[in-house]
């Protein structure tokens, strides 16, 4: 017999990057009570990595949950990127509703659409939240009708249609019901969740049925699954079956040892769960995403979203520079080996496999921040390793056709820059599907692009719209291969002898492009110290000293010059190297070096290379 759980609502927030989900989640925890009157809050309590506390971005969902008026409501806050959108497929199977968030002057971005499809999708009811009303170029007006226009585009049903707004303030913590009048507190949006978000549902009497939608790791415990009780009761100590939709051969006994609900940012013991609840379940070693747990008598799989396919795949190669080992901590290729396979515990969306040589092993991801946020988190355990170029994964059809991963990107940028930047998209194989102007002088352009010709392009991007234009992309399957793309790579500056920099030498280097390196940088043979102007490789010296004499000109000693150098972040040396270069990472330094340091043997390769092509 279905009955609905009154006492509990479950909802998933949803916004494009940077939209101030998290911010909003953070007041709603505040005003419901779970901190103390006098406790020191962190900022964005619920954005717990430290990338993603710099970053200011999601990148795992996370689980809390609020008491207003005896209902439980238990949120989870997940990420917009796209990069991480396999992440917020899976968590919106555990919820009957969703606040989609959006900021009152940027309005409906590409994320806001992918994360809203997924929904609507769902057939999920949706609150919209129009955020940041307080700024002073809020638009709410037209915004509330690009939302609107949105869910017309993606097919919404007339009962989504017409769904609530609240205007809300998340940093100053109030909403309304009207974009006119000020809030004082979050208690609309509260009143709009319980009135609006649908109880979750199910049958109490019936065997149990829990689907595993997340992962969490823990050194201690190991792996905890997160769930909703989808039917029936769990409880500590019971005998569970564990199936999987898409695996019909899995048929696993288990027996739960420890189970927790959420309460505020904390995990609570409890002895048993009923339907409607988020639980967490520790003490299974083989527990997977997508995952049902279900009582021997009558086990059913419940049906979900396979895992969506990675897209670029990269090389993590242990570190054989003459600088190895001076830097990191872990070293070793059991090292790296041991811990690209913990990543897989949490990371759904990650594949790693071993290559032909136990040296390298090939970790393929949804794009190039999905993967640098992997490597930038290693580098900061203490790894160090070597990667090379983000190549991306081709697929073939049946007559034998290559397919390549194909994006959607949206470009928002100045008018004046448009020209320039169809221009760009256009070489590297994109094409322009609608151009339209937005307010303020900028120009929103929409491209279908293949991935391979957005690797590379992000800092490109900037420098090309003096740092005014915003890109997001989405992938959007794979189509035929598109041909060949000539990027335009101005060419590298290799350093042929190992050393410290030395402000002569590099004073006679700076002549030919960017250096990437001051005085007293390590160096090696072989190592990339900078950007030539030009599109040939060249070799330098840049620990060369000064010849002495003993004839002095006055003019001669004043100081040289340095122009200071072009330090690369993470993301610009990913992007920067190329097919025959590789990215050292340790705690300390990134650097750039050719595969082949030998400049003889990387002349003799380069020229088998040419006369095989």
Same mark, same amino acid.
């Given at each position: 017999?279905?009955?609905?759980?009154?006492?509990?609502?479950?909802?998933?927030?949803?916004?494009?990057?940077? =939209?101030?989900?998290?911010?909003?989640?953070?007041?709603?925890?505040?005003?419901?009570?779970?901190?103390?009157?006098?406790?020191?809050?962190?900022?964005?309590?619920?954005?717990?990595?430290?990338?993603?506390?710099?970053?200011?971005?999601?990148?795992?969902?996370?689980?809390?949950?609020?008491?207003?008026? #005896?209902?439980?409501?238990?949120?989870?806050?997940?990420?917009?990127?796209?990069?991480?959108?396999?992440?917020?497929?899976?968590?919106?199977?555990?919820?009957?509703?969703?606040?989609?968030?959006?900021?009152?002057?940027?309005? %409906?971005?590409?994320?806001?659409?992918?994360?809203?499809?997924?929904?609507?999708?769902?057939?999920?009811?949706?609150?919209?939240?129009?955020?940041?009303?307080?700024?002073?170029?809020?638009?709410?007006?037209?915004?509330?009708?690009?939302?609107?226009?949105?869910?017309?585009?993606?097919?919404?049903?007339?009962?989504?249609?017409?769904?609530?707004?609240?205007?809300?303030?998340?940093?100053?913590?109030?909403?309304?019901?009207?974009?006119?009048?000020?809030?004082?507190?979050?208690?609309?949006?509260?009143?709009?969740?319980?009135?609006?978000?649908?109880?979750?549902?199910?049958?109490?009497?019936? %065997?149990?049925?829990?689907?595993?939608?997340?992962?969490?790791?823990?050194?201690?415990?190991?792996?905890?699954?997160?769930?909703?009780?989808?039917?029936?009761?769990?409880?500590?100590?019971?005998?569970?079956?564990?199936?999987?939709? =898409?695996?019909?051969?899995?048929?696993?006994?288990?027996?739960?040892?420890?189970?927790?609900?959420?309460?505020?940012?904390?995990?609570?013991?409890?002895?048993?769960? =009923?339907?409607?609840?988020?639980?967490?379940?520790?003490?299974?070693?083989?527990?997977?995403?997508?995952?049902?747990?279900?009582?021997?008598?009558?086990?059913? %799989?419940?049906?979900?979203?396979?895992?969506?396919?990675?897209?670029?795949?990269?090389?993590?190669?242990?570190?054989?520079?003459?600088?190895?080992?001076?830097?990191?901590?872990?070293?070793?290729?059991?090292?790296?080996?041991?811990?690209? /396979?913990?990543?897989?515990?949490?990371?759904?969306?990650?594949?790693?496999?071993?290559?032909?040589?136990?040296?390298?092993?090939?970790?393929?991801?949804?794009?190039?921040?999905?993967?640098?946020?992997?490597?930038?988190?290693?580098?900061?355990?203490?790894?160090?390793?070597?990667?090379?170029?983000?190549?991306?994964?081709?697929?073939?059809?049946?007559?034998?056709?290559?397919?390549?991963?194909?994006?959607?990107?949206?470009?928002?940028?100045?008018?004046?820059?448009?020209?320039?930047?169809?221009?760009?998209?256009?070489?590297?194989?994109?094409?322009?599907?609608?151009?339209?102007?937005?307010?303020?002088?900028?120009?929103?352009?929409?491209?279908?692009?293949?991935?391979?010709?957005?690797?590379?392009?992000?800092?490109?991007?900037?420098?090309?719209?003096?740092?005014?234009?915003?890109?997001?992309?989405?992938?959007?399957?794979?189509?035929?291969?598109?041909?060949?793309?000539?990027?335009?790579?101005?060419?590298?500056?290799?350093?042929?002898?190992?050393?410290?920099?030395?402000?002569?030498?590099?004073?006679?280097?700076?002549?030919?492009?960017?250096? /990437?390196?001051?005085?007293?940088?390590?160096?090696?043979?072989?190592?990339?110290?900078?950007?030539?102007?030009?599109?040939?490789?060249?070799?330098?010296?840049?620990?060369?000293?000064?010849?002495?004499?003993?004839?002095?000109?006055?003019?001669? #000693?004043?100081?040289?010059?340095?122009?200071?150098?072009?330090?690369?972040?993470?993301?610009?040396?990913?992007?920067?190297?190329?097919?025959?270069?590789?990215?050292?990472?340790?705690?300390?330094?990134?650097?750039?070096?050719?595969?082949?340091?030998?400049?003889?043997?990387?002349?003799?390769?380069?020229?088998?290379?040419?006369?095989?092509?």
């Amino acid at each position: 017999m279905m009955t609905k759980r009154e006492d509990i609502r479950n909802i998933a927030i949803i916004a494009h990057v940077d =939209h101030g989900k998290t911010t909003l989640v953070d007041e709603l925890l505040k005003q419901s009570g779970v901190f103390r009157e006098n406790q020191e809050v962190a900022e964005r309590v619920m954005d717990s990595n430290d990338i993603e506390r710099e970053r200011g971005i999601t990148i795992l969902s996370k689980n809390t949950a609020v008491y207003y008026k #005896d209902t439980k409501i238990n949120i989870i806050d997940t990420p917009g990127h796209a990069d991480f959108g396999g992440e917020v497929e899976r968590v919106l199977k555990m919820v009957n509703g969703v606040v989609l968030v959006v900021d009152a002057f940027e309005g %409906a971005m590409p994320q806001t659409k992918f994360v809203l499809m997924k929904a609507l999708e769902l057939g999920l009811p949706v609150i919209v939240c129009i955020n940041k009303i307080d700024r002073p170029e809020a638009r709410p007006t037209e915004v509330i009708d690009e939302v609107l226009e949105l869910f017309l585009d993606l097919d919404a049903s007339d009962e989504q249609l017409d769904c609530p707004f609240v205007y809300a303030s998340a940093k100053e913590g109030v909403a309304s019901l009207d974009p006119e009048v000020k809030g004082t507190d979050m208690t609309p949006l509260f009143d709009t969740i319980l009135d609006y978000i649908p109880a979750p549902e199910g049958d109490p009497e019936a %065997a149990t049925q829990v689907l595993i939608s997340t992962i969490d790791y823990n050194e201690y415990v190991g792996r905890i699954g997160v769930g909703k009780v989808d039917n029936g009761v769990i409880s500590v100590n019971q005998e569970v079956v564990l199936l999987n939709h =898409h695996d019909p051969d899995k048929f696993q006994k288990v027996k739960i040892s420890k189970l927790y609900e959420f309460d505020g940012l904390n995990r609570v013991e409890v002895k048993e769960a =009923h339907i409607g609840s988020i639980v967490a379940i520790s003490g299974i070693a083989d527990l997977h995403i997508g995952d049902t747990l279900c009582s021997p008598t009558d086990p059913v %799989a419940i049906p979900f979203q396979k895992i969506s396919e990675p897209t670029i795949a990269m090389n993590f190669i242990v570190n054989d520079s003459p600088l190895a080992g001076q830097e990191g901590k872990y070293v070793t290729s059991r090292h790296i080996r041991d811990r690209l /396979f913990r990543e897989l515990n949490t990371d759904v969306s990650l594949r790693v496999e071993e290559t032909d040589t136990t040296e390298a092993y090939k970790v393929s991801g949804r794009g190039e921040l999905h993967l640098s946020v992997l490597i930038e988190n290693m580098r900061r355990e203490g790894y160090e390793f070597a990667v090379s170029k983000a190549e991306v994964l081709y697929k073939q059809d049946e007559k034998g056709h290559r397919l390549e991963p194909m994006e959607k990107a949206y470009v928002d940028v100045p008018d004046e820059f448009s020209g320039s930047i169809i221009e760009k998209l256009s070489q590297r194989k994109g094409e322009l599907l609608g151009m339209g102007s937005i307010s303020g002088g900028y120009t929103r352009l929409e491209f279908s692009i293949p991935s391979r010709g957005l690797i590379g392009y992000r800092g490109e991007f900037l420098t090309d719209t003096k740092g005014n234009g915003i890109l997001n992309t989405i992938f959007d399957g794979y189509g035929p291969y598109k041909g060949d793309i000539q990027y335009r790579k101005q060419g590298s500056l290799i350093a042929f002898e190992a050393g410290e920099a030395i402000t002569y030498g590099l004073f006679n280097a700076q002549e030919r492009g960017t250096l /990437f390196i001051g005085p007293g940088a390590k160096v090696y043979s072989g190592m990339i110290v900078g950007q030539n102007g030009k599109a040939e490789d060249i070799e330098l010296n840049v620990c060369k000293k000064k010849q002495l004499t003993n004839t002095r000109s006055s003019s001669a #000693d004043e100081a040289l010059r340095l122009t200071p150098p072009k330090v690369l972040s993470l993301e610009q040396a990913l992007e920067f190297i190329d097919t025959d270069e590789l990215l050292e990472v340790t705690p300390k330094s990134l650097r750039i070096r050719k595969k082949i340091l030998d400049p003889t043997l990387r002349k003799r390769a380069a020229f088998s290379a040419k006369s095989k092509g």
